[in-house]
């Protein structure tokens, strides 16, 4: 598998951690404006309320588009130099399916792979830290094999 361009892996799986981002930011805007109180209106109980939870919900949001951010630049501060051993920065195939070691994500897209990250934070980066392709770790009750490692 020495085919696989790591930037382009990498410049994708930003493409899909950012691709909510704009969403996220209109939707965070809309929450904030909702949760602000007019002194000039009269308000009752239920509108003070509804702004409260407006203002929750806004708080979350930000909660998750800070998280997202923090994914992005830890993305951006993979080491993607060529590796035989399962580091962050590297990717590899484990039983069929492709990886990208150093950051969580959900399944994107990139050449004609679909990739899923690991975060060094899963109990499965513990296996397979330091490994090498054709190494065979087990986790969860299950024998799994790293066909490569780029």
């Known amino acids: 598998m ?3 361009v790591k ?3 990498r ?3 930003i493409a899909h951690l950012l691709g909510g981002e704009s ?3 209109d939707a965070i805007g809309v929450q ?3 949760a602000e109180l007019v002194d000039d209106e009269a308000s009752t109980v239920d509108d003070i309320s509804q702004r409260d939870a407006a ?3 806004h708080a979350l949001m930000q909660e998750h588009d800070d998280q997202q951010q923090a994914l992005v630049a830890k993305a951006r501060a993979l080491d993607m130099t060529p590796t035989e051993t399962v580091r962050p920065g590297a990717i590899i195939g484990l039983d069929g399916a492709h990886y990208i070691v150093g950051v969580a994500s959900d399944e994107f897209t990139s050449g004609a792979l679909t990739y899923a990250g690991i975060s060094v934070d899963a109990p499965l980066y513990g296996r397979l830290e330091g490994a090498k392709a054709g190494d ?3 986790f969860n ?3 799994s094999t790293i066909d490569y490692v780029a």
Do not use: C, K, Q, Y
């Open 141 to 143: 009750g299950h024998s």
């Open 23 to 25: 969403a996220t930011d």
């Open 136 to 138: 065979t770790i087990a």
């Open 32 to 34: 904030a404006v909702a």
């Open 11 to 13: 410049r994708d799986l």
């Open 7 to 9: 930037e382009d892996v």
């Open 2 to 4: 020495t085919d696989i």
């Open 55 to 57: 203002g929750d919900l």
